[in-house]
């Protein structure tokens, strides 16, 4: 019997600890874990720097009010500003705190420029930006607004297309009291889809034609999870406002919304708040995460840990043309797109002692530590083979 609400679906099955790439349960049964806590725990479980730190800081300070100052803060929004295209930051403690706040600064900049009706949000059918109740009506998806009505208004969608053209009726979509656009540089739970740079690039270049904000949410695609700090970097495109979450706690949550200096102009004091958004103890682990993440050398195995899984991940397509449909993503967020049953690919992998998870469109999600080593991804690639060759 448990006291727990049933809202998830979830494995039996329980952890007493982990290590690096690795989870155990309490017989010391030793699971990879290439889900990491959904792409949160980008440095693996109980790294020693992490720990180290939150050790320290647990014996200073933890939670102290945004009245004051809070110089941990201060020192992670500067490095975020200097390493990316922001000036200024605001804190949040999850990924859908931090989109909703995305919205409210996007409203609150024409709201400040003398232009309150222009709060429209344009976002694409069936994405993903949280759960809370204006999240769910953002991404627009029947399954998770349904049963919770009045709908939140405020919301237009378009179509992603995977075929071209990629944004088929975006233009149509933009009207007068638009104020964003909002997307996912990588859709995550909605399967692993890329949106390509020129897309991005055309994004952008609407944005500026009808001059309205960009809105990118790198809850999942970004702190280094696409071998760039973001996913967008490579597109060079900068957004206006851009939402993160996931990675940059390395498994304490924290979440952050990132700005330019023009839509900040709306957060004067007063406008937006969170009690316990960018609190000491969070604040020195964010600290320590983009340390690490943030630098060149890290990024560089990033990627060359990516180059090295997929190509061997599409020699198993070849492998098993009936059974992998394609392979999907950038950097250490994959997507293995089935034929076969999902769900039963999942399990089998996890009798394996191989933990994935899923994500719409039949697509098995792989995200490993992105300090992952080479020896761990030969080891999930074996697993998968074996998997494979007992579906045929
Ligand atoms: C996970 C996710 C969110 C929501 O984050 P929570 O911390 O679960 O609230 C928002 N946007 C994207 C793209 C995500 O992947």
New binding site residues.
Partial sequence: MSYLAKNYNRKKISFVRGKGSYLYTANGIKYLDFVQG?AVNCLGHANPKLVKTIKNQSKKLWHVSNAFQIPEGEKLAKKLCQKTFANYVMFQN????A?EAAIKVARRYFYSIGKPNKNRILCIKNS????TIA?IFASGSKKMTEGYGPKVSGFDHIKFKDSKPRFPNLRSKIKKNTAAIMV?TIL??GGIKQIPDKCLKYLRKICDKKKILLIL?E??CGVGRSGNFFAFEQSKVKPDIV?I??GIGGGFPI?AVLMNKKVAVGMTPGAHGSTFGGNPLAMAIGNTVIDIVSNKKFLNNVQKSSKYFFLKLNYLKKKYPTIIKEIRGRGLLIGIKLYKDQGKFIKKLMDNKLLTIRAAENVVRILPPLNVKKNELDQALKIMDRVCSELK
């Fill in positions: 959904i999850s990924g859908a705190e989109t993903f930006h949280g759960r999240a996912e995550g739970e949410d809850v999942q939402p979450a996931k979440g």
